[in-house]
Nanobody
Framework: VQLQASGGGLVQPGGSLRLSCAAT????????VEWYRQAPGNQRTLVAS???????NYANSVKGRFTISRDNAKNTAYLQMNRPIPEDTAVYYC???????????????????WGQGTQVTVSS
């Protein structure tokens, strides 16, 4: 299983950007997904999360501006960033809990995978 984060780039304040987090490989189930971000000199912090049932949670700093969603058929989660501000500038990482498929009758395991990070820069 591999996790690929994509969609980052330069966006103007007040614009919009959508990040994607796609799991590929032999997958039994695509479970909870979390988006984190890390700005230079800062710790990595949780931005948003979504459970396999679709329950979402957000950091106060992004509530009302960012939306996390998922497409289970594509084993992909998204982070829609609306009205970004310069303080949102960071490398964004996704973490997904995935149950790989090992074959018929195999034991189901739940493992955490990290994407490689995608840079988001909010600037005019």
């Amino acid at each position: 299983v591999q996790l690929q984060a994509s969609g980052g780039g330069l966006v103007q304040p007040g614009g919009s950007l959508r990040l994607s987090c796609a799991a590929t490989g032999s997958i039994f189930s695509f479970n909870g997904v979390e988006w984190y971000r890390q700005a230079p000199g800062n710790q990595r912090t949780l931005v948003a999360s979504i459970t396999s049932e679709g329950t979402t949670n957000y950091a106060n700093s992004v509530k009302g501006r960012f939306t996390i969603s998922r497409d289970n058929a594509k084993n992909t989660a998204y982070l829609q960033m609306n009205r970004p501000i310069p303080e949102d500038t960071a490398v964004y990482y996704c973490k997904a809990n995935v149950s790989p498929y090992y074959g018929p009758g195999s034991k189901v395991r739940r493992l955490d995978y990290w994407g490689q990070g995608t840079q988001v820069t909010v600037s005019s």
